[in-house]
């Protein structure tokens, strides 16, 4: 019997081949695009999920009070507090504190001390418990024992092959750090997946004495972690009660921290805080990413539900024959479903290779290590499954309803009109309206995005960042006794306009934070400032503006500070004259000396966050930065010069550069790839939609045909008939955007809720995706339309 179902199942898909392929073209494309978002939230979802101890680490995060009885947290932690807890903590099976300097250069010498071969790997200091806690592969060394020793090292498996061309050889070697610490090779990892924080590439033991030395509990860096290990059953809110009191011991005026565990699964997905690898995915995107996958599917079964029921009128002869014949309407309803089984089936079958190929595209787009290879995951065999069965009940079984519901006798005379009901147009209609509150909400909320990234790119950010090109150098004593000589070798080159040295750019993505004292205060302000070690040609350079006061002095040995006017704010002070001579003093002395000019508040950090305060005071030996502006159009040939001047100054150090506004335009990545795959699942969504205009307008033409050539007998022009076919889908179309306009804007409202400096939503935005959506409809439509209205109104009428 069943093959029965499916053999007549092919001859009527076979007789409506252009309605067959318009359906399998749809689910395809559906089911694509829902196997794609899946792998990628799959992949998002992954991260460090390969550790066998994963549900017991936790990373320690730091609470700071705030005034007002507010709190903020943060992942950076004490220095100190990695190796004080153990000592207060039997809970801990594990403790390790981690830190990354970043990208770091490190060297192989000859057997004369000459450098053969320098990098600049990702370098992490780790504890020896970090191994026992997390599973890496060892392809030699004993991770027990490999980082016992200050001047050991270990490196990955890529990483060893670019030092020693065989990793096997590399075991016992000696490379240099910084061309400053000899570190001996103790092991060799293999290299860890993608899908880990901890992307280790050279990794040093945490007893440098930048961690293992220091007592300072106020002083907090991004770069430094610490990650636990609870003994198996021990309760982290115990352990969360514990850590109160153990921030009670360790507390001064000048710290008011305490200390909580967050899971190791939540490190990816946290917004409020940042981690090693640099990106996080907060649960709320991984839940748009469901709805979108999900909608698009269902704009597919959207699309198979219309085009079915449209086309049972054409079907009524033989579902009349088959009911008088014998059968009834639950066979009818099988037959029906074994029909859409099929197109289901092709469409799977058609999907898989279309999302492996899409996965390698959409990876690139948005920079994750996504492959064909992810199709072959067990849980994917599992979820064609239930997509299979899914959409072929909820593509099938409303118009099995329907066709299995005629009347045999009405539909033996051909008077079949119940799909013409006010209930069947009414169904129809609605579903076109679904498809585009979907397309268009994605149209719209994508040139939001779009528009928001451009009012980052665009809006002043109080400084100048254009042709600014900025150079590290060697942070030590010898590169810092060159910097007056490569001051005036810089400014005597021609196309360079302006030279400053610094530790960072006036903007940065991670701000150094301290709290300081304030006009001889003995205890230090309650609020943490930013700190920024600049020369006096800092303000030139980058073109800052001084509303009081003036810029620093050209010395070394007189210590003057410049303030910004949010940090006036914070102090409480409204006249920016009143703040100047009045002392500041940074870490009991380090910097210390009265502030003698305030420039115009310029972003410190991205317009994600608010202005912080900050201070800029005249550091020598924190210099690590040239900031060079440069002028002229030959920026290649001043690039030349620059890394000539470098390189001989510096032989044994890779020579870096970065240009400031590409450095600020990465602060966004995040956001021009969610605009880039929101683009592309617009595109989809409009696609289908109007892939199933294109099929209900095809079905309209044909059903139409005598009525159009009536039409145009009495007179009826192109554009008559034309307007005919379309009024109806405009209308439908302009419901959608009705219904559509205020839920995109609440949602891209709480979306733009994200960024301190934000754009206005404009009713440009809702008519320009409206406008776009209608047009591409119409096109669509107005092709069939076009096609019926200059038929031959003779043929027309002869048509049966």
């Known amino acids: 019997m069943f093959k029965n179902y499916f053999k007549t199942a092919f001859r009527s898909l076979w007789r409506n081949k252009r309605y067959s392929i318009i359906n399998i073209t749809g689910l395809t494309a559906g089911i694509a695009v829902f196997l794609v978002i899946v792998i990628i939230i799959r992949y998002e979802r992954s991260f460090d999920d390969f550790h066998q101890q994963k549900d017991r680490i936790y990373r320690v995060l730091t609470i700071m ?16 507090l990695p190796t004080a807890l153990p000592h207060d903590f039997p809970a801990m099976e594990g403790v390790s504190g981690v830190a990354t300097f970043g990208f770091r250069q490190v060297s192989v010498a000859d057997k004369h001390g000459n450098t053969i071969k320098k990098f600049k790997p990702r370098i992490f200091f780790v504890e020896p418990p970090f191994f026992r806690m997390f599973d890496y592969t060892w392809l030699a060394g004993n991770k027990a024992t490999a980082l016992n020793e200050r001047e050991s090292v270990v490196l990955t498996k890529s990483v060893a092959e670019k030092y020693f061309g065989d990793w096997t050889k590399a075991l016992g070697q000696t490379v240099r750090l910084d061309l400053i610490f000899n570190l001996k090779v103790t092991g060799i990892l293999a290299d860890p997946p993608p899908n880990t924080e901890f992307q280790l590439e050279v990794v040093v033991p945490y007893s440098h004495p930048r961690f293992s030395d220091s007592q300072d509990w106020v002083s907090l860096d991004g770069i430094h972690h610490c990650y636990v290990l609870l003994r198996p059953g021990e309760s982290p809110d115990a352990v969360n009660r514990q ?24 490190v990816h997905s946290d917004k409020a805080t940042n981690n090693f690898l640099g990106r996080v995915v907060p649960d709320d995107r991984i839940r748009l990413l469901w709805l979108i996958g999900i909608f698009i599917l269902l704009i597919a079964c959207v699309n198979f539900i219309n085009l079915s029921t449209a086309q049972a009128v054409n079907r009524a002869r033989e579902i009349g024959v088959r009911k008088v014949l014998g059968s009834n309407r639950w066979q009818l309803q099988v037959q029906f479903l074994a029909e859409t089984a ?17 996965l390698q595209y959409i990876g690139r787009a948005m920079d994750l290590p996504l492959h064909a290879r992810m199709l072959t995951d067990q849980y994917l065999y599992a979820l064609l499954l239930v997509i299979f069965i899914a959409v072929t009940l909820l593509a099938g079984f409303y118009p099995s309803l329907v066709v299995s519901g005629f009347n045999p006798v009405r539909a033996l005379k051909s008077k079949v009109t119940a799909i013409r009901s006010t209930a069947g147009i009414s169904l129809r209609r609605g579903l076109v309206v679904f498809q585009f509150i979907i397309a268009q909400g994605l149209i719209i909320g994508t040139l939001i995005i779009l528009q928001q990234l451009n009012y980052f790119r665009r809006q002043p950010m109080g400084f100048t960042k254009d042709a600014v090109v900025n150079v590290s150098f060697r942070n030590d004593s010898a590169g810092n006794s060159k910097i007056n000589y490569l001051r005036d070798q810089l400014s005597a080159m021609k196309g360079v306009a302006q030279v400053s040295f610094s ?9 150094w934070w301290t709290p300081f004292k304030f006009d001889h205060a003995e205890k230090q302000t309650d609020f943490a400032a930013i700190s920024k070690w600049v020369d006096a040609d800092f303000i030139n350079t980058y073109q800052l503006k001084l509303v009081a006061g003036r810029n620093l002095t050209r010395t070394d040995s007189v210590r003057e500070f410049i303030v910004n006017e949010t ?13 100047l001579h009045k002392e500041i003093n940074v870490w009991d002395g380090f910097a210390k000396g009265p502030v003698v000019g305030v420039v115009k508040d310029f972003h410190t950090g991205t317009f994600k966050e608010a202005i912080g305060p900050a201070f800029m005071a005249n550091v020598k030996r924190r210099y690590n930065t040239a900031g060079i502006r440069l002028s002229g159009t030959d920026l290649p040939g001043s690039m030349k010069a620059i890394e000539k001047l470098w390189t001989a100054n510096f032989p044994e150090q890779i020579f870096e550069y970065q240009f400031l506004d590409d450095k600020i335009d990465r602060y966004y990545r995040e956001e021009q790839q969610q605009a880039r ?9 409009i696609f289908l939609s109007c892939l ?12 139409r045909i005598r009525e159009v050539g009536v039409r145009k007998v009495m007179g009826a022009t192109i554009s008559n008939i034309v307007f005919l076919f379309s009024k109806e889908f405009m209308v439908l179309i302009g419901v959608a955007f009705v219904i559509a306009t205020p839920l995109i804007w609440y949602f891209m409202q709480q979306w733009l809720q994200n960024y301190v400096y934000r754009i206005d939503i404009s009713w440009g935005i809702f008519l320009a995706g409206g406008t776009a959506s209608l047009a ?6 107005s092709f069939q339309a076009l096609k019926a209205a200059m038929a031959n109104p003779v043929n027309s009428l002869k048509a049966d």
């Not at 795959?677 to 969504?685: D, S, T, W």
């Open 342 to 358: 099929i197109l289901v089936l092709c469409s799977l079958l058609l999907a898989v290779p279309a999302a492996a190929s899409a």
């Open 503 to 511: 530790n960072s750019t006036p903007s940065e993505s991670d701000n």
């Open 776 to 781: 591409i409809a119409l096109l669509t439509v």
């Open 243 to 266: 850590l109160l009191a153990f921030s009670e011991k360790y507390r001064t005026a000048n710290n008011r921290y305490t200390y909580k565990l967050q899971p190791l699964s939540a």
């Open 677 to 685: 795959l929101y683009e592309i699942f617009a595109g989809i969504a």
């Open 567 to 579: 940090l006036l704010k914070k102090l409480g002070i409204t006249n920016p004259e009143d703040i």
């Open 65 to 80: 009070e705030q005034p007002g009885n507010t709190s903020t947290y943060t992942e950076a932690v004490p220095f100190p």
């Open 692 to 703: 199933g205009l294109y099929g209900l307008a095809s079905f309209m033409a044909v059903q």
